[in-house]
């Protein structure tokens, strides 16, 4: 036992001169440590990328104004920010914000006297229990059932304790940057010296100087007080983001954030290890954004949005569109796949309510009708059903057993047979499904029995896929879909023979617009299926804001090669000009004769139903169309590709809106282009 007291009186004797040694030969350089300074790296926000239209216009810029700033040092206490607060509030009015009643609490309770009044009516037995967190529970508790009323200055002070508390340390926040007055600036001016941490900056928000027509292309962009998305919340961190950062939250601005965000700009940033900030030097500017040209031209893009609104207007005023549930247009470059003009309509069937929804030419789709025919024809071409000398096929109706006759718009007997340039100016559905049975090689007995391979579904959806349709084109924004197939098959495993034949006419699957135009592109260009795009270049904006360098241009991408012939895509190419300067009387876009330059195209109609959201169990829905038409111009040498697609009129009065909208984007494109 005296052994071990023994070891123990050493050891602790050894301790004590050592703790002696340290404190008489090295006690000074310890203060100095003390005294040094720390450093750390902190950075701040730069304007986000400007997008310009492809004349050079601005559609989403920047626009600079005032903040109030605060950047929160090591140090820093509950009892500091409450400080800061109520001083702040003498000098700021922050009325676009309320305090929650949690805010207010916090506000409350950071008041050492109020804290402390209300720890003391906390139970004894609650107190006893040391448990910190428990005895803080029910202090909030109690002052919520308080319902402390606050003074509209004490509320601002509340806000602003909020915004502070939330921040990192040495980290800047904007406490106050919409609608900062004169007044303001010259009072928080004037008393920084007593406002530690406390800035004057600037910051910014979007600006939209040529229109809002395709915000909803350009997409939106988080406030600072949302912050991050809670759904991508880790990736974002991850990437060098703060909790409070703007981030792109759709479309553009959340396809390019990596390259609208730019380069923060970062400064060191010198603290006391007592704690405050001594000194701060800009390390990094940062670097803005880059900007982004898109293929957009900003005037086409408000005369075309502006025509879909005039002539939607005019079916609702006619009854035609009681039903209708909006109307799109889209316009492109059939030789580079470059967007031209985006525009779309949506409206409530049931409170008449309309609003603009251009990206409804990605994320909606319809049955399109006849319009695909050009895609049935050169496909039957392409595989040697029919051939550009021997195209001629019998216009009998067919007859299904059990099911109504299935034919054509105009009389059975009109014609005794068709070549396929007339078939598409007529638009006959009845040569299309003789087409489509001789393609797949059905047993067809009229009236008695009808066999198809079950593959007959894969072969017609394969030569649409080839033509972009039922799959999606690519286009450079988040949220494009495929579009809508049928069933194939019934509950017995049988396929659906008469749906085979639907297809065959474009009554069946559902396509986007967009598909569309890159369809009907692909016709226009001679049979190259180029992906559709919205940004042309990419760059950075020079720092007086004129000049924009481009640093990368988008160049054409080529998805796939029709593998037709020229006497081929003729056939095709005659017939779609026959649809609009044909002379036969069945003609389907006549009207569009006279327009300069020419169009060819092809007009659409598939019947449909109305489905109602709020009745989906309706029965006998009202059998509406949805009215349709693609074209290009000029037709011997196209410089633009249109698709437009009325769905949901009356079939009664369903008039020719596609065509009159067809007519405005053709005249409008080569009016501004000096054609």
Known sequence: MKLILGIIFILFATLVGQL???QIGYGSRFKAEVQKSNSAVVSSQVPRGVMYDNKGRVLVGNKAKNAITYTKSVSTTADDIYKISNLLSQYLQIKDEKPTSQQVVDYYLANKKNSTQEAAKVPKSIRETQDDNLINARIKSQVLKEHIKLTERQKTAAIIFNKISGAYTLSTIYIKNNDLTDKEIAEIGEHLSELPGVGIGTDWQRSYPNGSSIRSIIGSVSTEKAGLPSDNLQYYLTNGYSRNDRVGTSYLEEEYEPLLRGTKATSKIWTKTAGGIEQSKSVYSGQAGSSLILTLDAKYQKEVQKSLEQIYASALASGAAHYSNGAYAVAMNPKTGALLAIAGISRDPNKNKTTNNALGVINQSFVMGSVVKGAMVGGGLINKVITPTNNTLPDTPVYLPGTPIKKSVYP??????????????????????????????????????????????DTLRHNFNMFGLGQKTGVDLPGEIAGIQGRSFNEQGQILSGSVLDLS?????????????????TIANGGYRIQPYVVQSIGHTANDGKRVYVDYNKKPNVQLRIPWTTDELDVVRQGMWRVVHGTNSWGTAHKLKDVKPAISGKSGTAQTFYFDPEHPRQKNPPELVNATFVGYAPSDKPEIATAVIFPGLDPDLEGSYTLQMTKAMVEDYFKLHKK
């Not at 598409?424 to 047993?443: F, G, P």
């Not at 006419?505 to 592109?521: E, H, K, L, R």
């Open 412 to 457: 059975v007997g009109t014609f005794g047979a068709l070549d396929a340039a007339t078939a598409l100016e007529v638009s006959s559905n009845i040569y299309m499904m003789h087409l489509a049975m001789n393609w797949i090689h059905a047993d067809y007995v009229p009236k008695t029995k009808i066999s198809m391979p079950a593959t007959a579904f």
């Open 505 to 521: 006419y474009g009554n069946y699957d559902a396509y986007t617009p967009i598909q569309m135009v890159q369809y009907i592109s």
């Open 20 to 22: 002696a040694y340290l």
